[in-house]
C-alpha cells in the first residue's frame, strides 16, 4: 500500500517533518532570528508575586500553555476542512504551523518578556504607537470575548446536548488540579510522583464518569408523566451507555416530539422537556461563566497551571493512542484526496481557497495564540532557552493533533460513515464535531480490541468514545479559562491606558470579562445567542489578529536590527489570504441583507466592516513606525528603547 492511502504511513510522515522542523528551523528562530538568552532575566524571575508571575519549570509551563492553545480548535478545523478534501487540509497545517504558526507564537514570546511580561497588544505602544496600541487592544477584546461566549454555548451544549457523563471527570479535574498545585507549589513535592497520582485520578474519574452522568436538564422538568417516563421506560430510545441510563436532552426532546407527531396527548409533554432543555442549557452557561471568573481571579499556581499541566497528559494519552491505533489498524482512506471546484460550488460550499486558511486556525496558525504566548506564558517562562520548546514546540504539538484529526475523519470512518457525515456543506459544524468522535473512538479502540477480542468490540467502543469526548470537553475549558484570565488581562490594559483606576483592580476586571463573555453566550440577535450570530466573523477576525501578531514582531524585529524576512513574509501571506477572505464574507453579508433586510446580516456587515477599517488603520500605522525606525537607522539615530535589548547586546 502507497503511503498517501495508507493513514498510518501519512501519521508517521508527518511525525518526522515536524520533529526535523523543530530540531532545525525552530533551533534557527529561537538562537539567530530571535535571540533568547539566558543571561536575560524573565519578568516571571524578576516580578514573581506568586499570583500571575510564576517561574515555572518547562515541563510544567509547556503542559500549560498547550492546553491553553488548543482547546477545540486544532479539533473542529481540521475536521471541517476534509470536506473539501484531506490533502489540501494535511498541506495547510503541516506548512503552517512549521512556518508561520510556530514563528508567531515564538515572536510573540520574544516580543513580551522583553516588554515586562506584557500583551502583544500593550507592547504595541513602544513598537507602533499609542493609536496602534488601542486598535489592537479593541480588537483583542472583541475576539476574545465574543470567543469565549461561542466556547461557554458550546460547552454547554456538550454537557446537555452530547456527554452528560463528561460532567464528573470535568468538574472533578478542577479539584484534582488544586490538590496537586498545593502539594507542588505549598508543600515542595516532587513532581514526578504528583503527575502520576494526578493523571491516575484523572482517568479514574473520567471512567467513573460513565456511570455518573449528569442530565441536569431532569432538574428543570415540572410534569411529573415526563418524570415517570424518563426514569422508568424500557424504550430502547432514549440513549443508554453501559446499561446506566444517560438520558441527554437532546435526546429526550426528540423523543417527546416524535411522540408528539402522533399522539397529541404527547404535546405538553414535549414542550415541557423542551424547556427544561433550554433551560438547563443557559443554567449550564452561567456554572462555566461562574468558573471562569474564579480562574480568573485565583493564583496561577493553584488551579490554571496545574489544571492544563494534568489535562495536557489526556492529550498526549490521546495522541499517543490515535498513532497506535493507526498501527495496529492501518485504516484505508476513505475519502476524495481534493474534492473538485465545481462540486463544491453546487453545494454552495466556500472555495477551498482562501477559506482552507480560515476553517483552520489552531493547529496551523491562530491569532489566539499570541494573547496566550504574551499574556500568561510569558509571566511564567523561568529561562528564555525553554522558550522553544514552549513557543514552537507546542504549536507543532498542536499540528500533530490536527493531521491526527484529519487522519481520524478520513480513515477512522467508513466509506458510507463519512459519506453520511460529509455528504453536504450545511451544517457541517456540527456533524463535523460528531466525525471526529466516532472516527477517533473506532482508531483508539483497535489495540484494545486486538488485546481483549472483538467479542468486546462494541463495549471498548463506546467506552473509547466517550473517552475522546472527555478530552474535547476538558480541552474546551482550559481555553475558556485561560482565555478568561487574558481578557482581564486586557481590561486592565485598557483601563490604564483611560487613566481609569478601579477597573484595574482583579476582581472588577475579571468581573466586567465575564460580562463581555456572558453577553455573546445569553444576548440574542434575531432569537438566537449574538456569539452565534457573529461567529461568522471570527475565522477571519482570528486570523487577522495573526496578521496583525506578525505585523508587530517584524516591526520589533526590524527595530532591534535583525532578520525580518521570517517574519515578514508569513505575515503578507496571512495579510492575502486573510483580506481575500474577508471582502468575499462582506460582499456576502451585504448581499443577504439586501435580498432579506435581516438584522443578522446587518450585524456582521457593520461589525466586519468596522473591524476591517480597524486593521488598515493599524497596518498604516505600523508602516509609519516602519518608516520611522528606518529612517532612524539611516540618520543613525538610536533605533530601539535600552529595554527591548538583551543583555549580550547592551
Not at 508575586?49 to 488548543?70: C, N, Q, Y
Not at 404527547?266 to 427544561?276: C, Y
Request: charged residues 15%; contains cysteine; proline residues 5%.
Amino acid at each position: 500500500m502507497s503511503v498517501i492511502s495508507n493513514s498510518f504511513g501519512i501519521a508517521l510522515l508527518s511525525i518526522g517533518i515536524l520533529y526535523t522542523a523543530y530540531k532545525l528551523y525552530g533551533t534557527f528562530l529561537a538562537r539567530r532570528v530571535f535571540g533568547f538568552n539566558d543571561q536575560q532575566t524573565t519578568p516571571a524571575e524578576e516580578v514573581n508575586d506568586g499570583m500571575d508571575f510564576v517561574p515555572t519549570r518547562k515541563e510544567i509551563l509547556f503542559g500549560h500553555h498547550f492546553a491553553s492553545i488548543a482547546g477545540l480548535g486544532p479539533i473542529l478545523g481540521p475536521a471541517i476542512a476534509v470536506y473539501w478534501g484531506w490533502l489540501p487540509a494535511l498541506i495547510w497545517v503541516l506548512a503552517g504551523c512549521v512556518l508561520i504558526g510556530g514563528v508567531h507564537d515564538l515572536a510573540a514570546l520574544l516580543a513580551s518578556i522583553r516588554h515586562k511580561a506584557r500583551s502583544i497588544g500593550d507592547v504595541t505602544n513602544e513598537i507602533i504607537g499609542p493609536r496602534a496600541r488601542l486598535l489592537f487592544l479593541i480588537i483583542i477584546f472583541f475576539l476574545l470575548a465574543l470567543a469565549m461566549g461561542v466556547f461557554a454555548i458550546n460547552m454547554a451544549e456538550l454537557f446537555n446536548d452530547l456527554s452528560p457523563q463528561a460532567v464528573v471527570p470535568t468538574f472533578s479535574l478542577i479539584v484534582i488540579a488544586m490538590i496537586i498545585g498545593v502539594m507542588v507549589y505549598r508543600f515542595r513535592w516532587r513532581l514526578l510522583p504528583v503527575t502520576i497520582l494526578g493523571v491516575l485520578l484523572m482517568f479514574a474519574t473520567t471512567y467513573l464518569g460513565l456511570f455518573l452522568p449528569v442530565p441536569l436538564y431532569r432538574a428543570f422538568v415540572t410534569d411529573p408523566q415526563v418524570q415517570q417516563i424518563i426514569t422508568t421506560t424500557d424504550d430502547p430510545d432514549l440513549p443508554q451507555v453501559h446499561g446506566i441510563r444517560a438520558t441527554r436532552a437532546d435526546k429526550a426532546a426528540r423523543y417527546f416530539e416524535t411522540r408528539a407527531e402522533k399522539d397529541s396527548a404527547f404535546k405538553p409533554l414535549a414542550e415541557n422537556v423542551a424547556t427544561a432543555r433550554l433551560r438547563s442549557q443557559s443554567t449550564w452557561v452561567y456554572l462555566l461563566l461562574a468558573y471562569a471568573l474564579a480562574a480568573s481571579v485565583l493564583p496561577v499556581w493553584l488551579l490554571l497551571q496545574p489544571r492544563d499541566y494534568i489535562n495536557s497528559f489526556q492529550l498526549y494519552i490521546g495522541l499517543l493512542l490515535l498513532v497506535l491505533g493507526l498501527a495496529v489498524w492501518r485504516p484505508p482512506i476513505n475519502a476524495p484526496a481534493i474534492v473538485s471546484l465545481e462540486t463544491a460550488r453546487q453545494d454552495d460550499a466556500p472555495p477551498v481557497l482562501p477559506f482552507i486558511f480560515i476553517t483552520i486556525a489552531c493547529g496551523a496558525v491562530s491569532g489566539f495564540h499570541n494573547l496566550v504566548s504574551s499574556g500568561t506564558t510569558a509571566r511564567q517562562l523561568r529561562r528564555e532557552s525553554d522558550a522553544q520548546i514552549i513557543g514552537y514546540g507546542a504549536m507543532l504539538t498542536e499540528g500533530l493533533l490536527a493531521v491526527l484529526v484529519i487522519l481520524a475523519c478520513v480513515a477512522g470512518l467508513s466509506r458510507e460513515e463519512y459519506t453520511q457525515q460529509y455528504s453536504h456543506w450545511g451544517g457541517l459544524g456540527g456533524r463535523a464535531l460528531g466525525a471526529f468522535l466516532t472516527g477517533s473512538g473506532n482508531v483508539v479502540a483497535q489495540p484494545f480490541i486486538a488485546l481483549l477480542g472483538s467479542a468486546s468490540a462494541e463495549t471498548i467502543i463506546t467506552f473509547c468514545r466517550n473517552l475522546i469526548a472527555v478530552v474535547v470537553v476538558s480541552f474546551a475549558m482550559t481555553t475558556l479559562d485561560s482565555a478568561t484570565r487574558l481578557l482581564r488581562y486586557n481590561v486592565e490594559e485598557i483601563a490604564r491606558l483611560a487613566r481609569f483606576k478601579p477597573l484595574q483592580n482583579r476582581y472588577l476586571s475579571s468581573f466586567v470579562a465575564v460580562l463581555a463573555i456572558g453577553y455573546f453566550a445569553l444576548m440574542r440577535i434575531d432569537g438566537k445567542p449574538a456569539g452565534l450570530t457573529l461567529w461568522q466573523l471570527f475565522g477571519t477576525s482570528n486570523q487577522l489578529l495573526a496578521v496583525l501578531g506578525l505585523l508587530v514582531a517584524t516591526v520589533y524585529l526590524y527595530k532591534l536590527g535583525r532578520p525580518i524576512i521570517y517574519t515578514a513574509l508569513p505575515m503578507l501571506v496571512m495579510m492575502v489570504s486573510v483580506s481575500w477572505a474577508m471582502a468575499l464574507k462582506l460582499v456576502e453579508f451585504y448581499s443577504g441583507w439586501q435580498k432579506k433586510g435581516d438584522v443578522t446580516n446587518l450585524s456582521l456587515l457593520i461589525v466586519g466592516t468596522v473591524l476591517a477599517i480597524m486593521s488598515v488603520w493599524m497596518i498604516v500605522e505600523a508602516v509609519g513606525a516602519f518608516t520611522r525606525a528606518r529612517r532612524n537607522r539611516l540618520t543613525g539615530a538610536a533605533p530601539q528603547p535600552a529595554e527591548a535589548l538583551t543583555t549580550s547586546e547592551k
